[in-house]
């Protein structure tokens, strides 16, 4: 699982992601019963399958799940499973765009684009065939600027499923959306008995109160999960970036290796 968080505001989009991957496992045992025989009484001895039953088997708190496509200055964020195919997201992204961006392509071009090769990377595996309808692996948040946009960029939302599940966010205004383990956040947004808990006034944050606003929402997820009674699905380094029309894409916190080995000093 993870959490992603996005934030629009006026000078900006936010971008923050959680790095924690966690892999499980199936566990499937039986358990010995004593059944009565009800036509004659007979106790008779006999097992019973329990499970499958999903197991914590390992994990990382160091996945990478905010990229951003330098030949298009735009972000993505990406929640769900880390792995596609025996390759990470992150080795698909890059291949992504090596394959797919030109350059000149819209943000929501980009989301199309995106979906195109995700959903044919996911039918070269039979078992995707036998999956339901609606049923989504990955997801990914998507955000930049076009030409044209100056007052609040491109924000949208999709699933990768059978059917394509695509939602614009930006249209909404200025907001905050999430990815992933979002129930902590739900928490903190749901009204509450004693009237609705006042919301960020979005239209009115900086750039700087954004990226306070997208760590917040993750740390308190982090924590919360800390000291619930549940394995953690939320975790390891926060990387944030932010996109703005006139400055593109830049990182503001960034774990360490992906910087040396794209040559940059830490």
């Known amino acids: 699982m993870s959490l992603t968080v ?8 936010v971008l923050a992601a959680d790095s924690l991957q966690s892999t499980s496992t199936q566990l499937v045992g039986e358990q010995e019963l004593n059944i009565t025989c009800p036509k004659c009484q007979e106790e008779i001895k006999t097992k019973m399958p329990i499970g499958p039953i999903r197991m914590p088997a390992g994990g990382s708190p160091f996945a990478q799940k905010l990229f951003n496509i330098k030949t298009r200055n735009i972000g993505i964020l990406a929640y769900g499973s880390g792995f596609i195919r025996g390759r990470t997201i992150e080795s698909h992204i890059r291949e992504f765009e090596r394959l797919r961006i030109g350059g000149k392509e819209t943000v929501e071009q980009v989301v199309d684009l995106l979906y195109e090769y995700f959903i044919t990377e996911l039918r070269k595996d039979k078992a995707f065939e036998k999956l339901p309808e609606d049923a989504s692996l990955i997801g990914f948040q998507i955000a930049g600027y076009d030409k044209e946009d100056i007052t609040i960029g491109k924000l949208f939302v ?12 930006h249209p909404q205004g200025y907001s905050a959306t999430w990815g992933g383990d ?7 947004w749901a009204p509450s008995p004693g009237g ?6 979005y239209q009115s944050l900086t750039l700087q109160d954004a990226i306070d606003y997208a760590a917040y ?3 308190t997820t982090i924590l919360y999960q800390r000291f619930a009674q549940m394995i953690p699905v939320v975790g ?3 990387d944030i970036a932010v996109i703005t029309h006139y400055g593109g894409f830049k990182w503001i916190k960034r774990k360490e290796l992906p910087d040396i080995l794209e040559g940059k000093d830490t």
């Open 6 to 13: 996005s934030v629009l505001v006026p000078d900006g989009i």
């Open 196 to 201: 609705p808990i006042p919301t960020p006034n």
């Open 217 to 219: 929402l993750i740390e």
């Open 236 to 238: 390891g380094h926060i």
């Open 158 to 169: 999709l699933d990768i499923a059978k059917k394509k599940r695509k939602r614009a966010v």
């Open 182 to 188: 979002g129930r902590v956040i739900q928490k903190l």
